[in-house]
């Protein structure tokens, strides 16, 4: 058998599909990836590439009495995960340039640029070498490799892309009917489909090119809406929509708009065939569009979803005994206080030799046993009890409650038991296997025929997946439980000796990036202690500066207001003709100043004249040519002709 072949059996396997064709058009649709086609054909809540979130999901390892898997693929759950409400989480809501549309994505702030990239291919078939972003925060626009956390991003972020796409021609049609000599052009056009989902009651209108494929158009309702592609009854197509591969250009569709509905098949998909006798409750966040038929007094408050396929089917078991046989009543307070109830039913009924039962959640057994460092670690064993089951008395009795049993029991492991005969307390147990181990967990213990209860679910955590290492059933014997636990607690060994050598290098690099990082610190504020004593230097010297600027601009304002003073009692220039006039050249380097004085003015006149030109005694000096004496040196109070400058003289003025 090839390994497309196994893929289709797979996908039949997973998802109930009897039809090969169809199994392979889901495949084939999503390039051969089998988690696509089941996200295709498997409504969740929240859908999510697997780089998203760390995975909670289980893997199932040397299993036995499971339903069938092909052995050569591996099913993530990553793709049904409920959506995270912790703060790790980052939504981007993209305007699509071309298809001018919005939509929501949610990635965790360890992913990269590069998978907001990929869900935007998986979204719109949109390349990332061509995809253009605009509204990145900051000036450059980050690297495929950048982490979202890395960026000072704000959830949510709004964000534009645009990318080559086919041409926009106009559809052509004659009186409604397509135009086959314009295929290629309505191929190559832009249409706008208005869609009404009959069960959400909601519109939507879309675009998308003609070269988009009716099974493209279905899988966006089914991101919208949650109504799986295989699911979906349309109406409005028109007759010439025979098959889901065929592009919009080819169908003639309406102009300016073509009006289409759809609403959810009454039927389910199982055991690949439809079975209109089941009956089936769907387990909804408060932020769903669908009803919530779940029932149950204390799970009101759960946030995820479980998937789909975790449906009650009520042909599968037989009438359940009265609620005084089981070991968790009908109503218990809450996870806690259940798993409780259930170690003091078990002891009153099986004795005091019993397993240390978990008194607590079995998220919190999980970590208990999981989440420890790798040398603190032990595998968590999930007793599954049915009181339906004619093995379940024996199995308590004479194995799970023997001295040998119990010993390994507490050295190797923490076990936590719980009773599901009562459809409401199995709802709940699958509610939280989905919550934290996922729904492949799940939807096996669901599976699971009352005759093969009890079981014990035998679970582990490895390099950050969770594994089930072991399913066994009650029909085993003595030896072969415990054959069967000490396999499974070799196998972990192994697995616990790589992963305390991983976790021990794991530290020593952590170490070493810590002193790394501590001496940075260190060189950093040496750094800083220079640079802020080079700081305060420089702002003493500017202060300084600016101390002897202020100096010098009083000073000069001093002298500007002596000078304004002088130049208003300087008395006027005598007019030519008067009496003792005296004429008084003053050479200052290449130029010459020149005023009559009376011969009886004083030479502190002629030296505030030379104060309101700007040439203060203090800093020039006033010299005659012959025979050479400073003049300012003189009596101020000795008038011109004293001076012997009258009728004229010619002076000098040199700077200090």
């Known amino acids: ?46 859908q999510k590439l697997p780089s998203e979130v760390e995975s909670n999901d289980v893997h199932m390892n040397d299993v036995s009495n499971q339903p069938s898997f092909s052995n050569n693929v591996t099913v993530s759950d990553d793709y049904f995960s409920p959506a995270s409400t912790s703060s790790s989480r980052i939504t ?49 626009s980050p690297s495929d490799e950048e982490k979202l956390k890395n960026l ?43 869609i009404f989902d009959e069960i959400h009651h909601r519109d939507y209108t879309v675009y998308h090119s003609g070269t988009k494929k009716v099974f493209d158009v279905k899988q966006d309702m089914f991101n919208k809406s949650d109504i799986p592609v295989g699911q979906q009854i349309w109406s409005g197509w028109p007759p ?10 080819q169908l003639g569709l309406n102009t300016p708009q073509h009006d289409l509905s ?68 009908a109503e218990f307070e809450n996870e806690t206080m259940g798993s409780i109830q259930f170690a003091v039913s078990f002891q009153e009924r099986y004795g005091a030799a019993h397993p240390d039962f978990f008194p607590g959640t079995l998220d919190q057994a999980f970590k208990e046993a999981c989440s420890k460092p790798a040398k603190d670690r032990k595998l968590l064993a999930v007793y599954l009890h049915h009181n339906d089951s004619v093995l379940t008395n024996v199995f308590c009795s004479q194995l799970l409650c023997f001295e040998s049993v119990l010993q390994y029991l507490a050295e190797h492991f923490i076990v936590w038991g719980w009773d599901v005969t009562l459809d409401n307390n199995k ?4 509610h939280a296997l989905y919550n934290v181990l996922g729904s492949v967990a799940a939807h096996s213990v669901r599976s699971m025929k009352t005759e093969k209860y009890p079981i014990i679910l035998i679970i582990t955590r490895v390099r950050r997946n969770t594994e089930i290492l072991s399913v066994i059933h009650g029909n085993v014997g003595l030896n072969e439980l415990l054959s069967s636990l000490i396999q499974t607690v070799d196998m972990f060994s192994e697995q ?122 203090a800093d020039y000096k006033l010299i005659t040519s012959f025979p050479r004496k400073d003049v300012t040196s003189m009596n101020p109070e000795s008038t011109l002709e004293e001076l012997k400058m009258y009728p004229q003289e010619t002076l000098i003025l040199e700077e200090r």
């Open 262 to 329: 759809f609403r959810a098949a009454p039927v389910m998909v199982s055991q690949g065939r439809f079975d209109k006798k089941k009956r089936y409750t769907r387990i909804s966040t408060p932020d769903s569009d669908t009803d919530t038929s779940y029932s149950s007094n204390d799970d009101e408050d759960m946030q995820s979803v479980i998937a789909d396929d975790l449906f009650e089917d009520t042909n599968n078991f037989p009438p359940k005994n009265n609620c005084s046989c089981s070991l968790v009543p």
């Open 240 to 249: 010439s929509c025979t098959s889901d591969d065929l592009t919009l250009g």
């Open 1 to 46: 058998m090839s390994n497309h072949d196994q893929m289709v059996e797979a996908l039949k396997s997973c998802t109930g599909l009897s039809d090969n064709d169809t199994a392979k058009q889901y495949l084939e649709q999503a390039g051969w990836d089998l988690m696509k086609a089941i996200q295709a054909l498997i409504p969740g809540e929240t």
């Open 427 to 430: 709802t709940f147990l699958l």
């Open 92 to 140: 981007f809501n993209i305007y699509n340039h071309n298809l001018d549309t919005t939509e929501s994505f949610r990635l965790s702030e360890n992913d990269t640029v590069d998978h907001l990239k990929t869900a935007i291919l998986l979204k719109w078939n949109a390349p990332k070498c061509q995809q253009v972003f605009t509204g990145w925060p900051g000036p450059n």
């Open 496 to 617: 616990q000796i790589t992963e305390c050598k991983e976790e021990e290098q794991r530290n020593a690099r952590d170490m070493i990036k810590f002193e790394q990082d501590q001496a940075y610190q260190e060189s950093l504020e040496v750094d800083r202690a220079k640079f802020e004593a080079k700081r305060k230097q420089e702002q003493l010297e500017l202060e300084e500066q600016q101390k002897v600027e202020s100096a010098k601009q009083q000073e000069a304002a001093k002298k500007e207001a002596h000078r304004r003073a002088l130049e208003s009692k300087l008395p006027p220039e005598p007019a030519d003709g008067s009496d003792g006039l005296t004429k008084i050249r003053i050479r200052v380097q290449q130029q010459f100043l020149e005023r009559k004085f009376l011969k009886t003015d004083t030479l502190q006149l002629l030296l505030d004249f030379l104060v309101v030109k700007g040439y203060d005694p």
């Open 152 to 194: 000072p991003l704000v959830s949510p972020v709004q964000l534009t892309v645009s990318y080559d796409d086919v041409a926009r021609s106009s559809k052509k049609t004659v009186n409604g009917i397509h135009d086959s000599n314009s295929s290629s052009s309505l191929e190559d056009g832009k249409f706008k489909l208005h």
